[in-house]
Antibody, heavy 112, light 112 residues
C-alpha cells in the first residue's frame, strides 16, 4: 500500500522558517517525480513545487520562488520542503503528492 | 501561465443521474512528447484529492467505469454516469504539460 506521510507543520510567525518532510512507502520512491501542492483554508488546490526522480529538474510556483526549496533523499524515501520568509498567505494544508497518490497533508499556519 | 477554466462551479445532481464537467485551458496542453497531461481529481469532504483520470481519458486503478474523460487540445470533459453518494465532493482538473502546473477552480458536485 502506498503511503505518503507529511510532518513538520505548525504555527509559525511571519518571516520565520519551517521544514516539511514527507516519508514515502509502498512504492519505489526513487523512480518518481514528487510534488508539493497546497490548499489554503476553504480554497482550491495550488501547485507549489516539483522535483524529478533524481533531483535533476526542479520547478517552483512564482509565489514561492526564492523562498521555498524542494529536495529529496532517495536513500531515506523522503521528500522535503524548506520554507523561509513565511507570509500569512502561505497558510495552507500542504500535500506531498506523486500525482497518483497524495498524503493526508500537513497544516502550516503563519501568524503573529 | 496556463489558465484552467472549469465549469460549472456548482453542479446539483440526483442520485443515478449523469453529469459533465468542463475544463478549458488558455493554451494547448499537447506536450512536445505528444502526450496531453490533463488529469481529473475528486476531493471528498475532509479528504485528500484522489486521482480519477490521467492523461485525458485513462481511468486510474480502481476507478469505476462510470467515470470517463475526453477531449483534446484545450477543451476537456469529465462525465459521470449513474451518480452514487460516494461521488459527491469537489472535482478538479490539473494540467501538468506546462510549468507552472495549474488547477481548475473546482466543481462541487452536490445533491439536488
Amino acid at each position: 500500500e502506498v503511503q505518503l506521510v507529511e510532518s513538520g507543520g505548525g504555527l509559525v510567525q511571519p518571516g520565520r522558517s519551517l521544514k516539511l518532510s514527507c516519508l514515502a512507502s509502498g512504492f519505489t520512491f526513487s523512480n518518481y517525480g514528487m510534488n508539493w501542492i497546497r490548499q489554503a483554508p476553504g480554497k482550491g488546490l495550488e501547485w507549489v513545487a516539483s522535483i524529478s526522480s533524481s533531483s535533476s529538474y526542479i520547478y517552483y510556483a512564482d509565489t514561492v520562488k526564492g523562498r521555498f526549496t524542494i529536495s529529496r533523499d532517495n536513500a531515506k524515501n523522503t521528500l522535503y520542503l524548506q520554507m523561509t520568509s513565511l507570509r500569512s498567505e502561505d497558510t495552507a494544508l500542504y500535500y506531498c503528492a506523486s500525482l497518483m497518490d497524495w498524503g493526508q497533508g500537513v497544516m502550516v499556519t503563519v501568524s503573529s | 501561465d496556463v489558465l484552467m477554466t472549469q465549469t460549472p462551479v456548482s453542479l446539483p445532481v440526483s442520485l443515478g443521474g449523469q453529469v459533465s464537467i468542463s475544463c478549458r485551458s488558455s493554451q494547448s496542453l499537447v506536450h512536445s512528447d505528444g502526450n496531453t497531461y490533463l488529469h481529473w481529481y475528486l476531493q471528498k469532504p475532509g479528504q485528500s484529492p484522489q486521482l480519477l483520470i490521467y492523461r485525458v481519458s485513462n481511468r486510474f486503478s480502481g476507478v469505476p467505469d462510470r467515470f470517463s474523460g475526453s477531449g483534446s487540445g484545450t477543451d476537456f470533459t469529465l462525465k459521470i454516469s449513474r451518480v452514487e453518494p460516494e461521488d459527491l465532493g469537489v472535482y478538479y482538473c490539473l494540467q501538468s504539460t506546462h510549468f507552472p502546473w495549474t488547477f481548475g477552480g473546482g466543481t462541487k458536485l452536490e445533491l439536488k
